[in-house]
């Protein structure tokens, strides 16, 4: 059975950085399977950024050129490097598959931007 734990948030100011991990235990085809998502309070949550079929890294509008998301095979995990951080990134951050539905849902890490 596949477990993810998510790790790396915390409380940081407008334009700062923050590096997430999502570390991936259990039997799973590809690392390229795991996406980032987010949930902010009151809306549903999004998925932000995620591997394309081919391997090549797909971002939401808002995070485009802000966020990128890396894949470390030695350690099996799936990274999102958060630069020039805003007010809106504030969100409980969640690794998962793109449908959201492969794997059971970690705890997250929360994500605080202060302005």
């Known amino acids: 059975q596949v477990q993810l734990v998510e790790s790396g948030g915390g409380l940081v100011q407008v334009g700062g950085s923050l590096r997430l991990s999502c570390e991936v235990s259990g039997s799973i085809s590809s690392l390229d399977d795991i996406g980032w998502w987010r949930q902010i309070p009151g809306r549903s949550r999004e998925l932000v950024a995620r591997f394309s079929i081919l391997g090549d890294p797909i971002y939401v509008d808002d995070v485009r050129g802000r966020f990128t998301i890396l894949k470390d095979n030695t350690k099996n995990s799936v990274e999102l490097q958060m630069d020039n951080l805003k007010p809106a990134d504030t969100a409980l951050y969640y690794c998962?598959?793109?449908?959201?539905?492969?794997?059971?849902w970690g705890r997250g890490t929360q994500v605080t931007v202060s302005s």
């Open positions: 998962n598959s793109p449908s959201g539905r492969a794997y059971s």
